[in-house]
C-alpha cells in the first residue's frame, strides 16, 4: 500500500511514478533516500519529501509544496510563480495563484525567478501579492500595467486600487470594507487606497459607499461638481463621490478573514499484498 501525504498540485499516482516505487515489490527493495531525490528533481512543486515504511506492507510518502503564488501568462501558458518568484512549473490554468497581469515574461527556466522587462515591478507585485495572502485575502487577479497603480480583483466585479506599499498598509481596513460588503451581499465597486491611512469604498452603481480608517465618527455629507469628486468626513474619515452624486460613507471596525486555501489530497494508489509485498 502507498499512501500520499499534502499533495494538492499534483496526483498520488504522479508522485509515486516519479518516486520509482512499484507496487507488488517487498517495502525493503528500494532506497528511501534515492526515491525522495527522484521525487524532489522531477517535481519543481515539492521543495521537501519524507519517505518511511510501514510494517507489514506500507510505504508512505509526505511532501512539502511550494504554494502558487502568482501566474504569469507566457506563450499560452501560465508560469507558476512560488512566494520567491521562482518559476514552479508551467500550466494551462492558473491553478489557485494569483493571475498577474502587465509583466512581459521574456525568458524563463524552471525553478529560477523569470526574466522580465520590468523586474521591479514583478518584485513589487510578488510583495503585495504574499502580504494579502498572509492577510487572509486573496486577489483573484493583480493587473500592474501601470508601474504606479496597481489593480487588484478581490472578485471579477470588486477591484482595490492603489500604489503597493499604500494597500501593504491599509490591508485592514480592506478587510473591513470587504466585510462590511459581504454582509450587505453587495461586493461591487471599487476600493480606493491612498498615502494618508484611509480605505475608500465608491460603488459600481449609485448607492452608500463605506470608509475604513482609523476614526470611528460618522461622515458628512460630501458633493462633487460635474466631472470630479470631492472628498468629505469628519475625525479623519473620507469618503469618495461620484460626480454629481452625493453619498454616505461609514466606518467598520471590524475585520473580515477571506482566505483561500488548498486542501491537502491523500490517497492509496494500490492494494498491497502480504509478505511485505506492496
Not at 526574466?115 to 502580504?131: A, E, P, R, T
Not at 466585479?157 to 459581504?182: M, P, Q, R
Request: glycine fraction near 8%; charge should be neutral; charged fraction near 25%.
Amino acid at each position: 500500500e502507498i499512501t500520499v501525504n499534502h499533495n494538492t498540485l499534483k496526483s498520488d499516482k504522479y508522485i509515486i511514478a516519479e518516486s520509482g516505487i512499484q507496487a507488488g515489490k517487498n517495502i525493503f527493495q528500494f532506497k528511501r533516500s534515492e526515491a525522495e531525490k527522484e521525487i524532489l528533481a522531477q517535481n519543481p512543486y515539492i521543495s521537501d519529501v519524507t519517505i518511511s515504511r510501514k510494517l507489514p506492507n506500507r510505504v508512505i510518502i509526505t511532501v512539502t509544496e511550494h504554494a502558487p503564488v502568482a501566474a504569469v501568462k507566457y506563450d499560452g501558458k501560465y508560469l507558476i510563480l512560488d512566494k520567491n518568484g521562482k518559476v514552479a512549473g508551467v500550466e494551462k490554468t492558473q491553478l489557485t495563484a494569483t493571475r498577474l497581469t502587465g509583466v512581459e515574461v521574456k525568458q524563463y527556466t524552471e525553478g529560477k525567478v523569470p526574466i522580465v522587462q520590468n523586474s521591479s515591478v514583478l518584485k513589487q507585485s510578488l510583495k503585495l501579492i504574499n502580504k494579502v495572502n498572509a492577510s487572509g485575502l486573496y486577489f483573484k487577479k493583480l493587473d500592474v500595467s501601470s508601474s504606479m497603480i496597481m489593480h487588484g480583483y478581490i472578485t471579477d466585479d470588486l477591484e482595490c486600487t492603489g500604489e503597493a506599499e499604500d494597500l501593504i498598509e491599509n490591508l485592514e481596513g480592506i478587510k473591513a470594507i470587504v466585510y462590511d460588503l459581504s454582509q450587505k451581499k453587495s461586493m461591487k465597486g471599487t476600493i480606493y487606497v491612498g498615502d494618508d491611512g484611509y480605505a475608500t469604498f465608491s460603488p459600481a452603481s449609485s448607492g452608500s459607499s463605506g470608509t475604513a480608517g482609523s476614526s470611528a465618527e460618522s461622515a458628512e455629507k460630501s458633493a462633487s461638481a460635474s466631472g470630479s469628486s470631492d472628498k468629505s468626513g469628519t475625525s479623519g474619515e473620507k469618503s469618495t463621490s461620484s460626480s454629481s452624486s452625493s453619498d454616505k460613507s461609514e466606518t467598520s471596525g471590524e475585520k473580515s478573514t477571506s482566505s483561500s486555501s488548498s486542501s491537502g489530497n491523500s490517497g492509496q494508489a494500490v492494494n498491497s499484498n502480504t509478505n511485505n509485498q506492496l
